[in-house]
């Protein structure tokens, strides 16, 4: 629509999708850290710097913050510039909040300046029973997650009697949950062979360590981890047969046509197979809370999804 468009961020990492290059010298820690607890003299550091990128802010620029401690800074920012900050929700979990954040999430509902938030995330905001005239979607105009690509990568891995994958970011909370899922299903079944292949990354290495030591006692099976990919080579998807993701990354192995698993983010059990008994890929509906390991046991082994 025209817009100038600028992404600031606060946790330091690598960046893998080609677009966002031009943004790596933008990252500014302290956008992590709620501005309630910092000085003065650092608040108008982090707003200087800001400007020192953009140029002029009027009040013609918006904000979108994407939690609620860049809203709290995208509103000082707006304030300070007299232009708009809108808040489009992107945790699943809002996480605790103090009176303050909920009046200032009131604030900005009432100003129809908060997006993004699912049902159930609205209703751990602001314990109530989401209105009917709410609407949280904000839609994806395109997918380019997959592409027709090569990939040496993909050529040197092998066939296994059952290859599970995930997709996301190793830091997500049920991360933890899936894997010892995973590890579970592979001791109850020492007779497959099993291959589980990890698409994602975390800016915390010690998330990829605790991961790998995790397996190094399940012989039957072989962990791959692969890191952040982008694209993911279409080939990749035909050499896995079951995937478990949750969110808009269970969407992506859903669209290849791969059977996929969801995980309700605030219990980290299953919800159910994407596209088959479950549209859900973030929170259940009435759908059973089912053990990760018991979804895959019954889409495998004892085939009740055929």
């Known amino acids: 629509k025209g817009f100038d468009c600028y992404i600031f961020y606060a946790v330091t990492g690598s960046i893998v999708i080609p677009d966002f290059f031009e943004f790596e010298k933008n990252c500014i820690n302290l956008l992590g850290i709620n501005p ?3 000085s003065k003299k650092k608040i108008d550091t982090v707003i200087s710097t800001i400007e020192s990128v953009v140029g002029e802010i009027d009040s013609e620029c ?8 860049s809203s709290v800074w995208g509103e ?3 304030k300070k510039f007299g232009c708009r900050s809108i808040i489009i ?4 979990k809002i996480g605790s909040l103090d009176q303050g954040m909920k009046n200032f999430f009131e604030f900005k509902f009432n100003r129809k300046e908060l997006f993004g938030a699912k049902n159930e995330t609205f209703k751990m905001i602001f314990k109530k029973e989401v209105p009917s005239y709410y609407k949280y979607e904000i839609p994806f105009t395109c997918s380019n997650v997959v592409e027709d690509i090569e990939s040496e990568l993909v050529k040197k891995i092998g066939n296994r009697d059952l290859t599970i994958g995930t997709i996301g970011r190793l830091n997500k909370a049920y991360v933890w949950t899936l894997v010892n899922e995973v590890k579970k299903f592979a001791l109850n079944h020492t007779n497959y062979k099993i291959q589980y292949i990890m698409i994602g990354d975390s800016p915390n290495n010690e998330d990829k360590t605790r991961i790998e030591n995790l397996f190094i006692d399940v012989d039957n099976l072989e962990l791959v981890m692969l890191g952040a ?13 079951i995937f478990v993701s949750s969110a808009a990354s269970a969407r992506v192995s859903a669209i290849e046509k791969i059977p996929t698993i969801t995980i309700d983010a605030r219990d980290y059990k299953a919800i159910g197979i994407l596209g088959v008994d479950t549209n859900n890929t973030v929170f259940r ?3 059973a809370a089912i053990d990760i390991s018991a979804v895959i046991e019954n889409l495998v082994i004892e085939d009740k999804y055929k």
């Open 36 to 38: 309630q607890i910092l």
């Open 62 to 69: 918006i904000i979108e913050c994407n939690n609620k401690v």
């Open 76 to 78: 000082l920012i707006a």
């Open 89 to 92: 929700i992107l945790d699943e």
């Open 229 to 241: 990919m982008y694209p993911i080579p279409r080939s990749l998807f035909s050499k896995i047969d």
């Open 285 to 287: 509906n009435k759908e």
